[in-house]
């Protein structure tokens, strides 16, 4: 929906996203408004990050930045970082982007399409069988040659993990199942899921964070996670973590 939005209105929100403002009185709500809420960005302290609304003249070598209706675009060369293959995402008109850059040379070293980021992402995991309390926690656990290929196909289905990027940056995890009970387990485990609910662009690094209410039914984050964008394209991601990568498929809704 947002994509059509700006195909219909893109004359209008163009001259938005330039600085002119046109006569929208009596309007319920004007593109003006709808650039507004796209600006709004939870930025984290220390953050240096800019975020902003790419414009009409952007191309492979620069990106026009919108970073407030009150202002005008800044043009900033992105060319270092594509050539380095840090834009992940190539930004069309009215994408919400994040850039870090030289701010002196006014050089992009990180280009993070941010509408592009937005979506359920999803890889599959596979169980493995339940280790009993006599087996040693660094010892194998294998089936028999012998064993039925029919238990072995009911046991062993894939399951779908991942998580949903909202906006105000929110996540959904994606793959939580009911916990079994400790007086039934059942006999495979599957690998345990990060709940994120929140996440975060910090100096181009991204932060999944995981989070807990409190008593007066805040959120509280107990866990962050960091992880770098290696590659984003439409339909796939792949991040870095601290101690592995993980890919991911874009799910079709």
Same mark, same amino acid.
């Not at 796209?38 to 990106?63: F, K, M």
């Given at each position: ?57 952007? !191309? ?17 060369? /992105? ?20 850039? +870090?850059?030289?701010? &002196? ?8 399409? /941010? ?30 040659? !012998? ?10 289905? #894939? ?15 994606? =793959?939580?199942?009911?916990? &079994?009970?400790?007086?039934? #387990? ?5 690998? +345990? ?23 007066? =039914? ?5 866990? +962050? ?10 339909? +796939? ?7 592995? &990568? ?8």
């Amino acid at each position: 929906m947002k994509r059509t939005f700006f195909t219909l209105f893109s004359p209008i929100l163009l001259l938005a996203a330039c600085g002119t403002s046109g006569n929208n009185q009596g309007d319920d709500q004007t593109p003006g408004d709808s650039l507004s809420q796209d600006l709004i960005v939870q930025q984290l302290e220390g953050d240096s990050t800019i975020y902003g609304l790419a414009c009409e003249g952007s !191309n492979d070598s620069i990106i026009v930045i919108l970073t407030s209706i009150d202002s005008d675009p800044d043009t900033i060369d /992105i060319l270092d970082a594509r050539i380095n293959r840090r834009v992940f995402g190539r930004p069309d008109i009215g994408d919400q982007v994040a850039i +870090t850059m030289d701010a &002196e040379r006014k050089v992009a070293d990180i280009v993070i399409n /941010i509408d592009r980021l937005k979506g359920e992402w999803c890889y599959q995991v596979m169980p493995r069988l339940r280790r009993r309390a006599s087996i040693a926690a660094d010892s194998a656990v294998q089936l028999p040659a !012998n064993f039925p290929d029919s238990l072995r196909k009911k046991w062993f289905q #894939p399951r779908e993990y991942g998580f949903e990027f909202r906006r105000d940056n929110a996540v959904r995890p994606i =793959g939580m199942q009911r916990p &079994e009970t400790e007086r039934h #387990p059942g006999p495979v485990e599957y690998p +345990t899921l990060k709940r994120y609910r929140q996440w975060h662009i910090f100096n181009g690094h991204l932060l999944l964070s995981e989070t807990r209410r409190d008593t007066l =039914g805040h959120q509280q984050v107990i866990n +962050t996670d960091t992880a770098d964008i290696v590659f984003l394209r439409r339909d +796939t991601l792949l991040l870095r973590f601290t101690n592995h &990568e993980q890919g991911y498929y874009r799910k079709s809704n």
